[in-house]
């Protein structure tokens, strides 16, 4: 049985990985770089580059506490020369995972033509396809559109501007943000309407005032012309700096038109076992829409490859965790499907406790910021939003006790190592049980 899936992101390979596991034969088609936007334009993209402001911000520290004396020379351009060469490793341990299931690899731009797929001229028939063809960068509808970066430019970039106007409110623009005054760029947030809504409360106010204080946050504003080193808003105000928009996502569906069913936002419209409304055709990650995060592209991937080979299985949206890459992580859940009242929530935050990368953080205050909704009628929690430089893995175990359904009870019985910079089981499990 051939299964033939376009697109090496998250999705695709994680998906074409399964089918090999599961003894399948497989062909992966890939338009430019395996691994998709998050190796090559996006998350790792970003990571990189937080992993030099979280230096810089630990030595900014240290110097004031008097104990390194120590002066920091960034060149761009060497960080940047320095992501490509550590892709270009990762890509060919990408490529070799595939390979070793036997999965045949080919480079080029696929189009589907009835039940086979061409490509670089040959001509591939299928018994299931999967899309996995992800999105990119939107750009808004403005005049002097052309003059504006997006996370694909990162990479291209010779040197940190010296302004930058970021047009967006969301996960992406922070980030940008948070990177770009880090390392010495005036930074302004220009918001359609509420930054980081995402989060809010207290947690986006630490956020604001503690980790990223230098970057100027406007909200409720539009953008309505950009120039190459500057943006005009429609209050009427002229802002220096070079527009960089993190304005969303548009999906790569146009592979797909004519040939299976499209939803009105131009995403691919599939079932819960990423199923199209042809029998024989599947779509995983971010050209469907949903949650447009890593894990889940993953998720999505290997739920429709189980499918293609036989194994009907089914996937669920539920608790998903999330996280800003800043100098300090912010990470976030929420059972979306509480049926808690108002009436019975109570909510808890204390400021972080010391522990790994946070010890030296005691002396200035600011360890971090863990918030909790609890459930009271039905003993569970509902939402946290963690601030720590653990919250990545703090709040990624807390959303899988709250995607089993456990109750505040079952939390006492957690043994957490220690030193823990994450104050939630200090909540859950002194302040609440």
């Known amino acids: 049985m051939e299964n033939i899936v376009i697109g090496s992101g998250p999705a695709g390979r994680l998906g074409s990985l399964e089918l090999g596991k599961l003894g399948k034969e497989v062909t992966l088609i890939e338009k430019n770089h395996i691994a998709g936007t998050c190796l090559n334009e996006g998350c790792m993209v970003i990571c990189a580059l937080t992993d030099v402001t979280k230096f810089i ?21 060497k960080i940047v020369e320095k992501i490509v060469e550590t892709q270009e490793m990762l890509r060919k341990l990408n490529q070799m995972e595939n ?21 670089n001229g040959e001509s591939f028939e299928y018994d299931n396809l999967m899309i996995a063809t992800g999105a990119r960068p939107f750009i808004p509808d403005i005049e002097g559109s052309e003059y504006g970066l997006t996370n694909k430019d990162i990479l291209k970039l010779d040197k940190v501007p010296e302004k930058l106007n970021i047009i967006g409110g969301g996960i992406i623009a922070c ?11 005036e930074v302004n947030v220009l918001a359609r309407s509420t930054f980081l809504k995402e989060i809010g409360g207290k947690a986006k106010e630490y956020i604001l005032e503690t980790i990223m204080p230098d970057v100027n946050v406007i909200e409720n504003v539009n953008v309505e012309k950009a120039f190459k080193d500057n943006v005009l808003t429609d209050d009427g105000n002229e802002l220096e700096g070079v527009p960089f928009f993190a304005t969303g996502r548009v999906p790569n569906s146009e592979i797909a038109e004519g040939i299976v069913e499209i939803n009105d936002d131009k995403t691919i419209k599939v079932n819960e076992m990423m199923k199209t409304n042809v029998d024989n055709i599947y779509a995983a990650g971010d050209v469907t829409g949903g949650y447009q995060l890593t894990p889940v592209a993953r998720m999505e991937g290997i739920t429709a490859a189980r499918n293609m080979a036989g194994f009907s299985n089914k996937v669920h949206y539920s608790c998903i965790p999330q996280t800003l890459s800043l100098n300090m992580e912010a990470s976030f859940v929420k059972n979306e499907k509480s049926e808690c009242g108002d009436e019975d929530k109570a909510t808890i935050g204390i400021p972080g406790i010391a522990g790994p990368s946070s010890f030296w953080n005691i002396l200035t205050g600011d360890t971090g910021y863990t918030e909790v ?16 430089p653990s919250s990545t893995s703090d709040v990624a175990y807390q959303a899988y006790l709250m995607r089993m359904g456990y109750d505040l009870d079952d939390y006492g019985d957690f043994l957490e190592i220690h030193p823990s910079t994450d104050s939630n089981y200090k909540i859950i499990k002194n302040m609440w049980l």
């Open 57 to 77: 911000d630990s030595n900014r520290r240290f110097n004031e506490h008097g104990f390194v004396k120590s002066q920091i020379e960034v060149s761009y351009e």
């Open 99 to 119: 390979e070793s299931f036997g999965n045949n690899i080919i480079y080029g731009e696929a189009k589907i033509d009835g039940e086979s797929v061409n490509v």
């Open 175 to 185: 980030e940008i943000a948070n990177i770009y005054s880090t390392l010495g760029s």
């Open 373 to 388: 909704e609890f459930d009271k009628k039905n003993n569970k929690v509902n939402r946290i939003n963690s601030i720590s």
